[in-house]
């Protein structure tokens, strides 16, 4: 990777970091979590375009396999 494009890719990266919060406060302190952990998941789970992360550790627990 060049110069120029590590510096494109560390100013996204430093811009995301920043705003991360204020993506997620239309979702903290809702009643959505729990609502993910009454989803009938079963089977693999592949979380797209997923964003903060918030909702990654919200899913339940993959099946034992």
Known sequence: ???EVQ???AEQI???RAHAPDY???YLGQDWDSC???LPVAG???EL???TGHWTPC???APAQ
Do not use: F, N, S, T
């Open 14 to 16: 430093a811009y995301y």
């Open 1 to 3: 990777m060049d110069d």
């Open 36 to 38: 993910i952990e009454e």
């Open 44 to 46: 693999d789970v592949l």
């Open 49 to 51: 375009a997923c964003g």
């Open 59 to 61: 899913w339940p627990p």
């Open 7 to 9: 510096a494109l890719v």
């Open 24 to 26: 997620d406060v239309a």
